[in-house]
T-cell receptor, first 111, second 114 residues
Framework: DGGITQSPKYLFRKEGQNVTLSCEQN?????MYWYRQDPGQGLRLIYY???????QKGDIAEGYSVSREKKESFPLTVTSAQKNPTAFYLC??????????FGDGTRLSIL | AQSVSQHNHHVILSEAASLELGCNYS??????LFWYVQYPGQHLQLLLK??????LVKGIKGFEAEFIKSKFSFNLRKPSVQWSDTAEYFC????????????FGAGTRLFVKA
């Protein structure tokens, strides 16, 4: 099946810890995106990547980092610098101006 | 920079009532516009899209939206809602700002009373 796989589904982080969220796609889409979804704030763009080895900051990139070493993969690291990391994180793929496809999301909580 | 504003955060309607959800965006160039829907416990999925041509676009499940360029608006409408339309609705704008990126509005939670 073609699709986007995000893992894990639930993740718990201790204070001061970095954690990495996985996003893998087999849709052969060039672009990949990370959004953070908070109640009442919609989806806010964290980072996006149009091609391998290139990525740009979105509106709320502080405290996050990404890499795009392969077309299929776009992992997101939530660093200890992110002061309010508890949220639902969505990965999406797309082709230029076409509608996006979304993964199932990862819910991150702080212990 | 692009931004998207959805006017209503929560809407409560009775079945058979008409629906209009407002969406305004700010970006001076050419845009592509989308409405997505997220049913409880499900993926975000595309409801409808506008790229060019007829500014009145029809989507799935009887939804439609009208692009009014002069008002920078892309409002979503449905003449008669059903209980199954209870969901969160997101307006989104995609533009080529040196790379295509999509910005979403804050969302509108619709609750339809049976």
């Amino acid at each position: 099946d073609g699709g986007i796989t995000q893992s894990p589904k639930y993740l718990f982080r201790k204070e001061g810890q970095n954690v990495t969220l996985s996003c893998e796609q087999n849709l052969n889409h060039d672009a990949m995106y990370w959004y953070r979804q908070d109640p009442g704030q919609g989806l806010r763009l964290i980072y996006y990547s149009q091609i391998v080895n290139d990525f740009q900051k979105g509106d709320i990139a502080e405290g996050y980092s990404v890499s795009r070493e392969k077309k299929e993969s776009f992992p997101l690291t939530v660093t200890s610098a992110q002061k309010n990391p508890t949220a639902f994180y969505l990965c999406a793929t797309g082709q230029r101006d076409q509608p996006q496809h979304f993964g199932d999301g990862t819910r991150l909580s702080i212990l | 920079a692009q931004s998207v504003s959805q006017h209503n955060h929560h809407v409560i309607l009775s079945e058979a009532a008409s629906l209009e959800l407002g969406c305004n965006y700010s970006y001076g160039g050419t845009v592509n516009l989308f409405w997505y829907v997220q049913y409880p416990g499900q993926h975000l999925q595309l409801l409808l899209k506008y790229f060019s041509g007829d500014p009145l676009v029809k989507g799935i499940k009887g939804f439609e939206a009208e692009f009014i360029k002069s008002k920078f608006s892309f409002n979503l409408r449905k003449p008669s809602v059903q209980w199954s339309d209870t969901a969160e609705y997101f307006c989104a704008v995609n533009a080529d700002t040196g790379g295509f990126k999509t910005i979403f509005g804050a969302g509108t939670r619709l609750f339809v009373k049976a």
